[in-house]
């Protein structure tokens, strides 16, 4: 563990109640899906509309959590949505059919995305002068817990049966719930005092918003190794299948190792739009890679996906360090949550579109959609640093309210 995570002990409360969470996630992600359309027989259609209809929902709701969260308290609100997330996870078990699928799906990722905005305040307050450090070692703890649910996960698609699935769901929902429970043994945080003016500052802050909308483009890119390899894989090269559980092996130990030592880089919102820019190039040079692997020996295109996702998980280390810089440096500190939860919309988009699109692109047109993408990924990064710029320049004259005294421990 870094040095600078050993003398916090909230710290280690957010890390270790992340670690259970992800857990649970990474059951999840890699199972969900299969446990409607295999288990609950849903067509996959309507479990990707009813997957659609709870992403667009989730948009809404994180912003307003988050603003809640500023307000009203950040622990409890985030011990709440967890408790949400995992009753609405044990409802899947009941699930029989569409609108049944669709009421819980929607209840899980609301509360997924309410959680997510809440949770930003207590970074805040407890990550000290970096809080960028601690979001960035949560996201390689992230990446180790969702391994270790992923490979729970395969057994569970590997028996196949009802039960074996509906243990799973019984396991996400308790992994959320013991997350809430270790994560009200952090002390309680007292909320800042709301600034005069505006209540809703974040979806007015038009410089703040041009960010959002530019590193939800880039997120585009989290879908390239999870959507379109595979997809690339399977359909156009005559790699090995087995290939891609070993491109998402490589860039999950990439992100766990380098993570945190890539945001230590990134300690300003100018260092965050350099980073910004870096990663399109490192995502433009993997997206003209990608394409080279089809019609080549079974070997050489093994080695040329490699290189490629090598690269691309540099980009992505990149971009996630700028956008957790930019996204905590130029957000106040009394309106964290709200902020952090209009951020948070440019990855749902990407989220809810960025599957499509790169199938579109990449699968359907094939080579000249790969160096479409990169182009898209690589402008998006030059736009960035004027962005940064701009934003910077509006945050700068607006003082912070004091901050309120920090409550009891509960």
């Known amino acids: 563990m870094p040095r600078w995570m050993l003398d916090a002990g909230p710290q280690r409360v957010l890390v270790a109640s992340n670690f259970v969470y992800t857990l649970g996630s990474g059951l999840y992600l890699t199972a969900g899906v299969l446990y409607f359309t295999e288990a609950v027989r849903l067509p996959a259609g309507q479990v ?9 929902l989730a948009l809404i709701v994180g912003v307003a959590v988050g603003h809640l969260a500023d307000r009203r308290g950040a622990r409890g609100i985030y011990a709440a949505t967890l408790v949400v997330q995992a009753l609405a996870t044990a409802g899947f078990v009941l699930v029989d059919g569409f609108w049944p699928f669709v009421g819980a799906v929607c209840a899980a990722a609301a509360a997924k995305a309410a959680g997510t905005a809440a949770r930003s305040p207590l970074i805040r307050h407890y990550g000290g002068e970096r809080p960028q450090q601690l979001r960035a070692y949560l996201r390689a703890v992230t990446n180790v817990g969702i391994s270790l649910g992923a490979v729970l996960a395969g057994w569970v698609v590997q028996v196949g049966t009802l039960s074996a699935y509906q243990l799973m769901v019984a396991g996400n929902a308790i992994a959320f719930v013991v997350s809430a429970v270790i994560l009200l043994r952090l002390p309680s945080v007292a909320p800042l005092p709301a600034a005069g003016g505006p209540r809703w500052i974040a979806v007015r802050d038009r410089p703040y918003l041009l960010l959002t909308v530019l590193d939800g483009v880039m997120a585009i890119q989290f879908k390239v190794l999870t959507v379109a390899v595979p997809l690339w894989i399977v359909g156009a090269t005559t790699a090995p299948h087995w290939l891609i559980s070993a491109t998402m092996l490589t860039g999950t130990v990439l992100v766990v190792a380098f993570q945190v030592r890539a945001g230590r880089t990134v300690d300003s919102p100018a260092a965050g739009a350099r980073a910004y820019r870096r990663a399109g190039v490192a995502f433009l040079i993997a997206c003209s890679l990608l394409p080279l692997s089809a019609g080549i020996p079974a070997w050489a295109a093994a080695a040329l996906l490699l290189t490629a996702v090598v690269i691309h998980t540099v980009g992505e280390l990149w971009h996630s360090a700028a956008g957790f810089e930019v996204s905590f440096a130029l957000a106040p500190h009394h309106a964290t949550g709200q902020y952090l939860g209009v951020f948070g919309l440019g990855a749902g988009l990407a989220e809810a579109l960025g599957p499509g699109l790169l199938i579109t692109l990449c699968i359907t047109w094939g080579r000249p959609g790969w160096y479409v993408t990169g ?11 004027p962005a940064v710029r701009w934003a910077h320049r509006h945050r700068a004259p607006h003082p912070e309210p004091a901050p309120a005294r920090e409550a009891s421990t509960a």
């Open 48 to 56: 990707g509309l009813g997957l659609g209809i709870a992403g667009l």
């Open 375 to 385: 182009a898209m990924f690589a402008l998006t990064g030059l736009a960035a640093p």
